[in-house]
């Protein structure tokens, strides 16, 4: 359940991004180079190959390894995994959870100073 | 009962927190304290309507950092027994409490139950979150983000 979490939390953390969203919009019509992901976007290079790097390792897309294009496709496993709204939710009321437990703990930390 | 809303369409998580059920229930039904963990993070809860009674109304409404997204669900309290159970339903609305149509073949409305139970000064907390529909606009940020998202993950697993 713990690592499930953690991908969970590695997907969403990928798509918190427009840029990112925006790549992946592009792949969803088709594999491409990153000099072409590059161009919609008023960005360097490198900062595009970041974007990619945080996409490749939420498992989002691939880059081919051949060729010195090596283009980008899109995977949509997990995409399907979050784009349910039991999955959705899930992690919202995880997050709810884990600020009520801090939040509570406050609580507890106050009323010892008082005590 | 409790086990008849487990299924695809609805969502379970249990967990455990330092405190009586006292607080625990508080955390769900007093806004001062609702507002400091329910909304997403960073978002402000303006406005946290709690009538704590059998058809009471409960309407929460959730701001995002920079004041440009506004989010409101209403509903009404199904169950209210002090510091064991709760269930209310929840709907998409303005911020008049007006429910937003879903459209079509969809209920709109999502039932939220919280069992709380005492464990040796613990509270165990269960939460089955059912009904959703899969395409409403949820009550988060992070639908936003997946609308598109959703849309073009079924051209991408069918091509």
Avoid at chain 1, 51 to 56: A, Q
Avoid at chain 1, 64 to 76: F, S
Avoid at chain 2, 44 to 66: F, H, N, Q, W, Y
Avoid at chain 2, 67 to 86: A, D, F, I, Y
């Amino acid at each position: 359940m713990r690592s499930e979490d953690d991908r969970l939390s590695q997907t969403f953390a990928a798509l918190a991004n427009t840029t990112r969203r925006a790549i992946l919009a592009r792949l969803a019509e088709g594999e491409a180079t990153v000099n072409e992901l590059a161009e919609p976007f008023n960005m360097t290079l490198p900062a595009i190959s970041k974007h990619i790097k945080v996409l490749e390792r939420a498992g989002l897309i691939t880059q081919g390894q051949k060729a010195q294009y090596r283009p980008c496709t899109i995977d949509a496993a997990p995409l399907q995994e979050v784009s349910t709204w039991t999955e959705q939710y899930r992690h919202i009321w995880e997050e709810r959870f884990d600020r009520m437990d801090d939040y509570i703990n406050q609580l507890n930390q106050k009323e010892q100073d008082h005590e | 009962m409790s086990d008849s809303t487990v299924s695809e369409d609805a969502i379970v998580i249990e967990r455990v927190f330092d405190a009586p059920t006292d607080i625990v229930w508080g955390m769900w039904t007093e806004p001062d304290h609702f507002k400091n963990w329910y909304g997403p993070q960073g978002f402000s809860i303006p406005l946290a309507e709690i009538e704590l009674t059998v058809g009471g109304k409960r309407m929460v409404c959730m701001e995002s950092p920079d004041g440009t997204m506004k989010m409101c669900t209403t509903g009404e309290h199904l169950e209210v027994t002090p510091t064991s159970r709760l269930v209310y339903t929840e709907s998409m609305a303005d911020a008049d409490g007006n429910v937003m149509p879903m459209g079509e073949g969809n209920p709109g409305r999502t039932e939220v139950t919280v069992i709380l139970e005492d464990v040796d000064g613990r509270t165990k907390m269960v939460l089955t979150h059912a009904g959703v529909p899969a395409d409403s606009p949820g009550a988060t940020g992070w639908n936003q983000a997946f609308d598109k998202l959703t849309d073009y993950v079924g051209t991408v697993v069918k091509g």
